[in-house]
C-alpha cells in the first residue's frame, strides 16, 4: 500500500485546512485508514480513523475536525476546522491492511497565533 498526503500548509488561528491521502496498491480490505499527527519533540498520536463506516476522534479535535473515506477512490480526507496553533505538526496518513502498518510520507500544517 502507498499512501500520498497533501493539503497542508500555514493558516492563521480560527482558520481551516482540507488533507487528502491517495492510497494506492493493494488497497483491497484497508481497514482502518486514518490521520495521525507529530508535534516536534512529541510522540505520534491519533487525530482520526475510519472503519467500516464509523469514526473515532482525538478528544482535542472532536468538533473540529471531519474525517471521511472515499471508497470508490481510495481516498481519505481531514477537514480542519477552528486550527488552533497547537494542532501544528506533521500529519501522517495511516491504513492497515492484513494487520500491517502503512504510513505515507507526512504533510505540515502550520497554525500561527
Known amino acids: 500500500v502507498q499512501l500520498q498526503a497533501s493539503g497542508g500548509g500555514l493558516v492563521q488561528a480560527g482558520g481551516s485546512l482540507r488533507l487528502s491521502c491517495a492510497a494506492s496498491?493493494?488497497?483491497?480490505?484497508?481497514?482502518?485508514l486514518g490521520w495521525y499527527r507529530q508535534a516536534p519533540g512529541k510522540q505520534r498520536e491519533l487525530v482520526a480513523v475510519v472503519a467500516r463506516g464509523s469514526t473515532n476522534y482525538a478528544d482535542s479535535v472532536k468538533g473540529r475536525f471531519t474525517i471521511s473515506r472515499d471508497y470508490i477512490k481510495n481516498m481519505v480526507y481531514l477537514q480542519m476546522n477552528s486550527l488552533k496553533p497547537e494542532d501544528t505538526a506533521v500529519y501522517y496518513c495511516?491504513?492497515?491492511?492484513?494487520?500491517?502498518?502503512?504510513w505515507g510520507q507526512g504533510t505540515q500544517v502550520t497554525v500561527s497565533s
Open positions: 495511516n491504513a492497515v491492511n492484513n494487520r500491517r502498518d502503512y
Open positions: 496498491g493493494s488497497v483491497f480490505g484497508i481497514n482502518p
